[in-house]
């Protein structure tokens, strides 16, 4: 392959997936004026894992950092927005058998008082309205099926994430980073080459190829081929508290209004999905193969999304649950699936994928690439998977659904990590979580509102008691002014699907 004598760092990313797109993309861009060579190896016949779907915020950020619009990827990609997480059938306690988790919009803050005062008085065990749903913006907004982008004249900022294909979104991220000067090869690895040191000296194709590089990014996906299987960086199993290891995936016909949040229903072993596309529903069952056959699982799932009799063909994936002890080890980085992954609860997966390399690009640019400040990078980048995890194993502490063994099980388990347990302490004994969540520094993955929601969403509060002066608390919030507020806010937003630009587009009407 001929090579660009004055370039000085030769990177090879193995693996075409979202990872490493969103990889290729990052460095093309943030070191456009810098000497590197950036080549992507992927094999046609290998595919990627194509599903993910859904996404946080830090999407968008990546889309604005490498300069690109909206209006462009969105339509290519079959993209809707994202307002947040409806959660559904997870909490049998009355009143609170759903709730959302809404991504943050500036206007919260004259709700989060009212709504954090009220929780600590529900804390206390006195009646007051304290399920999250009434109080944010983005919760009014997925109810009225109204998508996130605001008129003119309202100026507050409201974050929101994206649902996608993503197999289109790899392709589209595909065609940006070649235009930009990324080197694509499409050729299956067979062997690794490796210096004296145990750094990787080049990748070798199937048609004998070697191709060489300085330094190796492994995003080939759970096969881990360069940092797993070559490097042998140990990987940390999370299946101690998080069982889930499979999922059966099905798509369902979109309908003319379309959704704008993620729906996640518990199921007898497991959770649903529900992401709506411009073109299709994505739906999916996450679920624990030790509790459910994949049989099983698969008829569940089509009678949860009316497909029982439909001969639309099901695709079953298997999920590693766990992360790497090091993420960038000898002149490898992983990204993406490679490095670890935590089920799709949350759709986080992205957001970790985009950090990482977010992070890395950052600690090369002070340190270079010999590996001065790796020890620090690895240490933020398991700091993020551990707090992601502990808000997902939270999902299956607080629930309280006990039907089948599955969730009697997760109710059982005490695998908690000290950060959960002093949340859950911090929380009953009615202290002030905010300043817990801050001490402990793990407002980065999620901030005190989100950990609220969860919490009161999921209704882990005390049986109702009498308590002297209860009423002087129960009215210090006034719900109707608040009802009234986030309403008032909600009328700058137009529906989901006319901000899609998608009206009267052949979609099946309701
Ligand atoms: C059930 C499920 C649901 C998910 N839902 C979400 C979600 O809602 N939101 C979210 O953010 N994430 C989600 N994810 C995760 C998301 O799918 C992945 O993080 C994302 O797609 C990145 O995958 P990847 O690029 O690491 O791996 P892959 O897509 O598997 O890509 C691997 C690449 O490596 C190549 N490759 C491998 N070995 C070789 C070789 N020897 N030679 C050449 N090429 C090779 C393959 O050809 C392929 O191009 C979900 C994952 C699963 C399993």
């Not at 070798?204 to 299987?229: H, M, N, P, W, Y």
Request: contains cysteine.
């Amino acid at each position: 392959m001929s090579r660009d004598p004055q370039k000085e760092q030769r990177i090879v990313i193995l693996g075409g997936g979202s990872a490493g797109w969103i990889t290729a993309n990052t460095m093309i861009h943030s070191w456009a004026d810098k000497a590197v060579d950036i080549t992507l190896i992927e094999s046609p016949d290998i595919g990627t894992v194509g599903v993910g779907e859904g996404s946080t915020p830090r999407l968008k950020l990546f889309f604005d950092s490498i300069g690109v619009a909206e209006s462009d990827w969105m339509p290519r990609c079959n993209a809707t927005f994202k307002n947040g997480i409806s959660f559904v059938n997870w909490s049998t306690r009355p009143g609170f058998e759903r709730y959302f988790h809404p991504f943050a919009s500036q206007i919260d803050q004259f709700v989060t008082t009212g709504f954090y005062f009220n929780t600590y008085v529900r804390r206390r065990g006195i009646e007051v309205d304290a399920q999250p749903d009434r109080y944010f913006l983005s919760a009014r907004l997925s109810a009225n099926r109204q998508g996130p982008k605001p008129n003119e004249n309202f100026p507050f900022a409201v974050e929101y994430g994206y649902h996608f294909d993503a197999h289109l979104v790899g392709e589209y991220l595909k065609d940006i980073a070649k235009e930009r000067g990324v080197e694509h090869v499409q050729a299956r690895v067979l062997e690794v080459e490796q210096a004296p040191d145990g750094d990787i000296t080049g990748l070798v194709t199937e048609s004998g190829e070697t191709i060489e590089g300085d330094f190796f990014v492994d995003c080939s996906g759970f096969r881990g081929a360069l940092i797993q299987k070559k490097l042998e960086v140990p990987f940390r199993s999370f299946a101690e508290n998080l069982f889930n290891d499979s999922a059966v995936v099905l798509p369902t016909e979109q309908v003319q209004n379309i959704g704008s949040e993620t729906i996640s229903t518990a199921m007898k072993h497991g959770w649903a999905w529900e992401i709506p596309l411009t073109h299709r529903i994505g739906n999916g069952y996450v679920y624990s193969s030790a509790f459910c056959s994949a049989e099983d699982a698969e008829t569940e799932l089509r009678a949860h999304v009316s497909l029982l009799d439909s001969d639309v063909e099901a695709r079953h994936l298997k999920m590693k649950v766990g992360r790497l002890e090091q993420h960038w080890h000898k002149n490898c980085l992983a990204v993406g699936l490679s490095q670890g992954f935590i089920e799709p609860l949350e759709a986080t997966a992205l957001n970790l994928v985009c950090n990482t390399v977010a992070d890395f690009v950052e600690t090369v640019d002070k340190h270079g690439f010999a590996g001065d400040g790796r020890d620090a990078f690895n240490g933020r980048v398991n700091g993020g998977f551990e707090k992601i995890r502990d808000y997902i194993v939270a999902h299956y502490v607080l629930n309280s659904r006990r039907d089948t063994e599955y969730w009697r099980q997760n109710a059982q388990n005490r695998n908690l990590s000290d950060t959960l347990m002093k949340i859950l302490e911090i929380w009953t004994t009615g202290k002030n979580l905010s300043e817990e969540i801050e001490r402990q520094k793990i407002q980065t993955s999620y901030t005190p509102m989100s950990w609220y929601c969860l919490l009161s969403g999921y209704g882990y509060y005390p049986d109702l008691q009498q308590v002297p002066n209860a009423e002087k608390y129960a009215s210090r919030v006034d719900l109707g002014e608040i009802d009234d507020f986030v309403r008032r806010c909600a009328m700058n937003f137009r529906a989901h699907s006319e901000q899609l630009g998608l009206r009267g587009q052949g979609l099946r009407g309701q």
